[in-house]
T-cell receptor, first 108, second 115 residues
Framework: GEDVEQSLFLSVREGDSSVINCTYT??????LYWYKQEPGAGLQLLTY?????DMKQDQRLTVLLNKKDKHLSLRIADTQTGDSAIYFC????????FGGGTRLMVKP | EAGVTQFPSHSVIEKGQTVTLRCDPI?????LYWYRRVMGKEIKFLLH????????ESGMPNNRFLAERTGGTYSTLKVQPAELEDSGVYFC?????????????FGPGTRLTVL
């Protein structure tokens, strides 16, 4: 089956850029998503990219997709303390396959 | 517009007991999904309803889990009897569009602890 993997933890200083990485195994065409989970809250969809795209930018967020390497990344520019959360990448259509989540800690 | 709501937010039960989780999707969303995150691992798909019909229940772990969506509105997920390994966070999501960019809106989850 599909595997989606992420590193567990990332720590950055406020104002720096954060890059959260995700790898997957199934190369079928579909959508790839980034979700954010703050404490006590549900999963909030941040952005998505279709697998025929290489890049998508949305304000401070940049998603890069390397189809050859099956690698997806989320870059957060000018990271703020409010960006501290768990970030999940997910792949699929109706049934989403999630990575294990990356906990981002932003130090003042 | 109200988001996806789930009840209860927390549930602590003993092994062998029964627990029923409830999910109210966003009004008008025909698609309803259940996921769970066990022991800090990946969030895993459980099943997908389209209105009141089960479209895909390939992720249901065993027959101790029963999901229903009578009337195609809210859904319940019953665990009977609960086992220790059922502890985790159960998420519900709903969406309007099937296929394409099927943006799923998630609820806050129900944290289930089985002692």
């Amino acid at each position: 089956g599909e595997d989606v993997e992420q590193s567990l933890f990332l720590s950055v200083r406020e104002g720096d850029s954060s890059v959260i990485n995700c790898t997957y195994t199934d190369s079928s065409s579909t959508y790839l998503y980034w979700y954010k989970q703050e404490p006590g809250a549900g999963l909030q969809l941040l952005t998505y990219i279709f697998s025929n795209m290489d890049m998508k930018q949305d304000q401070r967020l940049t998603v890069l997709l390397n189809k050859k390497d099956k690698h997806l990344s989320l870059r957060i520019a000018d990271t703020q303390t409010g960006d501290s959360a768990i970030y999940f990448c997910a792949k699929g259509g109706n049934m989403l396959t999630f990575g294990g989540g990356t906990r981002l800690m932003v130090k003042p | 517009e109200a988001g996806v709501t789930q009840f209860p937010s927390h549930s602590v039960i003993e092994k062998g007991q029964t627990v029923t989780l409830r999910c109210d999707p966003i009004s008008g969303h025909d698609n309803l999904y259940w996921y769970r995150r066990v022991m800090g691992k990946e969030i895993k798909f459980l099943l997908h309803f389209v209105k009141e019909s089960k479209q895909d229940e390939s992720g249901m772990p065993n027959n101790r889990f029963l999901a229903e969506r009578t009337g195609g509105t809210y859904s319940t997920l019953k665990v009977q009897p609960a086992e220790l390994e059922d502890s985790g966070v159960y998420f519900c999501a709903s969406s309007q569009v099937l296929g394409g960019n099927n943006e799923q809106f998630f609820g806050p989850g129900t944290r289930l602890t089985v002692l």
